[in-house]
């Protein structure tokens, strides 16, 4: 019903792909809504969500790109004809030539896991439909409105005026993220309009680590060609992005956001590129702090230490050789971005000199030595901000973009006001998100007006009805101090020009000979001759008739800019991408310990070029953000999904989001270079390390490991296998099969496994009996709410479970094989539900102890899917003890009450207890 | 024992920041819920809901306690203390918060509440923390914005230290 009052949401890549927020006749991820429950509080809704039970039909599913890739694979879309949704080649220069020229040509191929930064905030919105005109209200912690804007409107069939999206003026962390809300928010549109009331929804985290966005997961492989001494001669990405169950825009952004700056910080000029979109049956990825900029400097950062390792050239020395000389800026690299400035081998060198590198590498021969494993790894990287937001069109060709028309652009917008009473407001369509905006715009302000930052207000929630904004508006591509600290300035220096003019009237004095400090506007050098800002600026609503002459009355300056390099694409493919390029130069040093799989990281240094500083405070705060969000991509955060595609990581149990004591001790250095791309020399900053600490990182441990042959993140587990020349396997992996997928025999990861033994007060075939007896297990199984025995060996049963606040009833089947009286039987069951389905095997021993004890053994593997499973194994695994737990004191009770009495016996329900018990 | 019904409402009255408050909740009504939707205190925040992110820290009874892993009618009668109760009433920021602002030790404020709350209890069992006592009581809670070292810097601020 709700998808009648929808039309699909359209994206860059023009295949027939509908994608609608809700599932219409098939479910293609584990957390694509299925169903919309509106109810008056959320405690009734999550009663009612357990009254809805689903029939799947249940098809093939994968979460591996290469899988989907696979010519026998399930289509996602049976009319694209292929998973691989988007598939594009380019070329820059001559990089085949380069390839047959160079000394030595160095390849690897990887995965690069999916993680996301999990903002604390989740998302939250409340949408309204009104009549007259009709008219659509959305207020939410959005990031946008951004191109999306335009997106929503088309998906709710309605002019841009009738969606009104306001956003709050603070959020609780973005980091992109928020920008993946906006299906939802036309979902909850369509609601309200269904209902004729307001809708509202808090997502609960839940929710968000399973159905809002991630970082993008890739299949990638790089090629590089050198000269024997060092120089890269040329680099071949193959980059398989792991899209999820749909393009969702911004996508294909993602593999597009680096590409016009493919080069990094190097001169290299021929390259080529192979760029190929995967669904398979995951969420949908979208922005994530440092977008395309990991999974990029993955490929280039650990392919130049490759390269150095093949040549036994220094890995910093190899850098140096290579970077962009400080003389050649503005630099135009070959893919069409236009660095502003920098000057990378300095700021390498300060990395250096922080790190004592010499110092550390003498350590690292100690080290050893004495038999550690002991690793030094860096990764040099330039960081993109204010984007182009034609950069997405890369997607199409060059004549598809021909009839689309020309995009392109980067518009910033800035308010700079003062009221009749003299106090100044700025407003920004720039949600902040920590970022610490008001802070900085504030003191901008205030700079150019002569006042203190605390007489400013900044407004920062943007409402698409009254606020200035744009296409580009938003707060994303680190555009604050890029772009929109600009428009700020622009319009501030507006308001101030104003001033100035009418200062010199009334002080009879040119307005260049006046300026603005101390709340007053003074003739320079003579503050005796000085009239206070407010009064001024008052003037202009008070006495419109004494203003100079020409001047417009008011002081309400907006600026729209466009920064101009922001061109759109040519027919090369070549695109300037971004405003502002900062760089950064990471470097790390790691001991990884045998016996433990620990990776320690004993050195981290970092160095930023941001431009000139705005804000100490809020830039440090946001490198030491971004490095964690790197470190803990290397080290913890994954989202990771079992053979059968079922998300393995729905709580802050199994996602291991990064905690103090696990962030190494960062050294920061700066080397500023001003941007010469705007008013105040800044540049955009705030991805950082996330983009490279985990390429950093890897690059220390497979130094410490001697191969190249490393895979993010680096947990305890790999670690171990990978240092003691073990194979890894996952934790918790059980065979079992769910789907019938192409890896369907493959090892399932995050399979519930288990063993235990119980002391019982009955002989064994007491137990025996009564463990195979439907009215007993009936009445101990928790939550069996039915029961019944198909046939002496099969039994059927109904149970209500909860799992960590996901409640449902659950249908099981379980068969008894290899039945021995009296000692062991195995047991097969299956058990499928609104929330989640599973299936699994376990055995019971049996064993005497004395007359009336028996010790029960028993063990289990399992395998669950849906919602559920995405509770994740740490939880599932202690809800199954519990239950287990549970089981067997009623079951013994029941023993001793019925000792004595000889009954039918049925062990189906331990089964049940066993394995529908977790579902 | 009192016994409850399900859907029940059950008059709960706490002591927070001091005053005493009261209200109803069902017995499933999570204390976060009670605090934000009965009570309108919305200083105390919800990350997760599962325990893990200690965005929902308060002290009840002179512990730190997570309170969405309670149960709105299981505090009947205790003493709470939220964020709301940290300044001085005349709004004034007191040490350990202005130390926070003073070293960015909050950027979009979400996991704030929480620390802040932890932060005030251990200061109090330890009052000169080092470091790395700081970041081991700090792994308690789940902060994605700052990566935790200004934070860190505050509470050793504010340890006068
Ligand atoms: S909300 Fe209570 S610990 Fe996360
Ligand atoms: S400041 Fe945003 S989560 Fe801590």
Sequence with gaps: ?919 | MLRIKPDQKQRVTLTVNGKLVSGYAQPRLLLTDFLRHEMGMYGTHVGCEHGVCGACTIIIDDVATRSCLRYAVQCDGLELRTVEGLAEPDGKLNTLQKAFNENGALQCGFCTAGILMSATKFLQDNPKPDRDEIKEMLSGHICRCTGYEQIVRAIFQASGQ
């Design chain 1, 1 to 919: 019903m709700v998808a009648e009052t929808i039309s699909p949401i359209p994206s860059a890549v023009r295949v027939p792909i509908k994608f609608y927020p809700i599932a219409l006749d098939r479910v293609r991820y584990v957390g694509e809504p299925i169903a919309v429950v509106i109810a008056e509080d959320r405690y009734v809704a999550e009663d009612a969500l357990e009254l809805i039970s689903v029939d799947y039909e249940a098809l093939p599913a994968t979460a591996d790109p290469e899988a989907a890739m696979a010519d026998n694979a399930t289509l996602l879309h049976e009319d694209v004809g292929s998973n691989v949704v988007h598939h594009r080649t380019f070329q820059y220069g001559d990089p085949d030539g380069a390839f047959e020229r160079a000394d030595r040509v160095v390849k690897l191929d990887w995965r690069y896991p999916r993680y996301a930064s999990t903002p604390m905030e989740t998302y939250g919105m409340v949408a309204n439909f009104e009549k007259q005109p009709d008219r659509y209200t959305i207020w939410s912690n959005f990031q946008g409105p951004f191109i999306l804007h335009a997106l929503m409107t088309g998906a709710l069939g309605v002019p841009g005026n009738r969606l009104r999206l306001i956003t709050s003026p603070h959020s609780g962390g973005s980091f992109g993220i928020k920008q993946a809300m906006f299906p939802y928010m036309v979902l909850l549109a369509a609601c309200s309009r269904l209902l004729g009331c307001p809708v509202k929804w808090i997502e609960d985290r839940l929710e968000h680590l399973t159905a809002s966005s991630t970082g993008a997961d890739r299949a990638d492989g790089v090629e590089a060609a050198f000269s024997k001494d060092g120089e890269l001669l040329a680099l071949k990405f193959n980059n398989i992005v792991n899209v999820g169950a749909f393009v969702r825009a911004p996508e294909p952004a993602s593999v597009y956001r680096m590409h016009s700056a493919s080069n990094g910080c190097y001169r290299v000029r021929d390259i080529a590129v192979e760029n190929r979109l995967v669904v398979t049956n995951t969420t949908p990825i979208g922005l994530n702090r440092g977008y395309g900029g990991p999974q990029f400097y993955y490929a280039l950062e650990r392919v130049m230490d490759a390269g150095a390792k093949a040549l036994a050239i220094d890995p910093a020395e190899i850098r140096r050789r290579n970077f962009i000389q400080p003389e050649q800026f503005p630099y135009k690299a070959p893919a069409g971005a236009t660095y502003d400035s920098g000057n990378y081998e300095t700021g390498l060198k300060k990395a250096l000199d922080l790190a004592a590198y010499d110092a550390l590498k003498e350590a690292r021969e100690e080290a050893r030595a004495e038999g550690k494993l002991f690793g030094i790894g860096m990764a040099a990287g330039i960081e993109p901000s204010g984007s182009n937001m034609a950069y997405v069109t890369l997607a199409q060709t060059p004549e598809e973009r021909a009839k689309a028309g020309g995009r392109s652009g980067g518009l910033g917008t800035a308010t700079v006001s003062v009221d009749p009473s003299g106090s100044v407001t700025v407003k920004t369509v720039s949600t902040p998100a920590g970022q610490g905006h008001q802070t900085v715009a504030a003191q901008v302000v205030a700079d150019a007006l002569g006042l203190r930052p605390d007489q400013i207000d900044v407004i920062t929630e943007v409402d698409t009805l009254t606020s200035a904004w744009s296409l580009a508006s938003g707060n994303y591509a680190n555009r604050f101090s890029a772009v929109v600290i600009g428009a700020i300035a622009n319009a501030a220096e507006k308001v101030a020009t104003k001033i100035k003019l009418i200062a010199a009237e009334n002080l009879e004095v040119a307005p260049e000979d006046i300026e603005l400090v101390g709340g007053n506007a003074q003739v320079v050098g003579v503050p005796e001759k000085a009239l206070p800002v407010r009064r001024l600026a008052a003037q202009t609503h008070w006495h419109p008739a004494g203003l100079p002459e020409q001047m417009e009355p008011g002081l309400f300056e907006t600026t729209i800019m466009n920064p101009e390099m922001l061109d759109a694409p040519d027919d090369q493919d070549r695109v300037a991408s971004a405003v502002t390029f900062g760089y950064v130069f990471d470097l790390a040093a790691v001991e990884i310990h045998k016996d433990t799989g620990k990776i320690e990281v004993v050195k981290y240094v970092s160095v930023h070029d941001v431009g000139n500083v705005l804000n100490e405070i809020v830039v440090e705060g946001q490198i030491y953000g971004g490095f964690a969000h790197g470190i803990a991509g290397a080290l913890l955060e994954e989202f990771v999904y079992d053979a059968g595609a079922n998300p393995q990581a729905g709580t802050f149990a199994d996602y291991l989001c990064i905690t103090a004591p696990e962030i190494p001790d960062l050294t920061i250095g700066h080397f500023n270079t001003p941007s010469p791309h705007n008013t105040l020399g800044a540049k955009g900053m705030g991805d950082g390390s996330s983009m490279l600490a985990p390429t950093a990182i890897a690059n220390a441990a497979a130094d410490a490991l001697d191969t190249f042959d490393v895979n993010l993140p680096l947990t305890l587990n790999k670690n171990w296998s990978a240092a003691n020349g073990r194979p890894y396997e996952r934790a918790g992996a059980a065979k079992a099969k769910v789907g019938d997928g192409p890896r369907e025999e493959g090892a399932v990861e995050g399979g519930l496994k288990g063993e235990g033994t119980v002391e019982l007060s009955a002989s064994p075939i007491e137990v025996w009996e009564l463990l195979l007896d439907p009215d007993t297990l009936a009445a101990v199984v928790p939550g069996c709410e039915e029961l019944t025995q198909l046939s002496d060996d099969s039994f059927s049963a109904e149970v209500k479970i909860g799992v960590a606040g996901i409640k449902g009833v659950y249908s099981a089947r379980i068969d008894l094989r290899d039945k021995i009286e009296g000692e062991s039987v195995r047991l097969v069951g299956k058990a499928s539900g609104g929330l989640g389905f599973g299936q699994g095997e376990g055995v019971v021993e049996l064993e005497h102890i004395s007359e009336n004890r028996t010790r029960l053994s028993y063990s289990y593997s399992a395998n669950v899917g849906g919602k559920v499973a995405a509770v994740g194994q740490r939880m599932l695994g202690t809800v199954t003890k519990l239950l287990i737990g549970q089981f067997f004191r009623g079951f013994d009770k029941r023993l001793r009450n019925v000792n004595g009495n000889s009954r039918r016996v049925s062990i189906g329900a331990i089964l049940k207890r066993l394995f529908q018990g977790r579902y």
